[in-house]
């Protein structure tokens, strides 16, 4: 479900470039002229992008404590 989300409404609308993409470059290059509104955009867009990030971190973490537990008892 994340990676659906962020395949859709993290990089929506998709032409010419991802709606993410330009606020990003937007925040790097200084972010003069931002609104609260174009904030709220960040986040929108961004939050699926985080979630699934955060899933994937929480994933290999478990990952690696089983892996380190399965050693430990070798």
């Given at each position: 479900?994340?990676?659906?989300?962020?395949?859709?409404?993290?990089?929506?609308?998709?032409?010419?470039?991802?709606h993410?993409?330009?606020?990003?470059?937007?925040?790097?290059?200084?972010?003069?002229?931002m609104?609260?509104?174009?904030?709220?955009?960040?986040?929108?867009?961004?939050?699926?992008?985080?979630?699934?990030?955060?899933?994937?971190?929480?994933?290999?973490?478990?990952?690696?404590?089983?892996?380190?537990?399965?050693?430990?008892?070798?």
């Open positions: 479900m994340a990676l659906i989300l962020s395949l859709t409404l993290g990089l929506a609308p998709f032409m010419p470039e991802p993410l993409v330009g606020k990003v470059r937007w925040v790097l290059g200084g972010a003069s002229g609104e609260p509104m174009d904030y709220f955009d960040l986040v929108l867009h961004g939050g699926p992008w985080i979630y699934l990030i955060l899933l994937l971190a929480i994933r290999i973490n478990s990952h690696l404590k089983k892996s380190q537990v399965n050693s430990d008892k070798t």
